[in-house]
């Protein structure tokens, strides 16, 4: 499944944040970001840093595997 992510500050790993539900055709190529609340944060797993974000800072995710040599085969 997609993913909602956030940039940790500190080491700049991708924090899971949400994730996207797609139900209709229209949330499949334009998913909608959540709301954030003001003051938000989200506390990084690997590092523990605690990272304070808006909306504007969530990031998709796909849930497909990047594979160049797929692609490749695909396109010819």
Partial sequence: MALW???CTD???SIEHSQIVQETLSELIFPTKPDVLT???IKCPI???VVSYVR???RYISD???NPRL???EIG
């Fill in 56 to 58: 504007t800072d969530l």
């Fill in 47 to 49: 590092c523990r840093t």
């Fill in 64 to 66: 497909e595997p990047e």
């Fill in 71 to 73: 692609r490749l085969r």
């Fill in 11 to 13: 080491c700049h790993s």
């Fill in 39 to 41: 003051g938000a944060t």
């Fill in 5 to 7: 992510t956030v940039t």
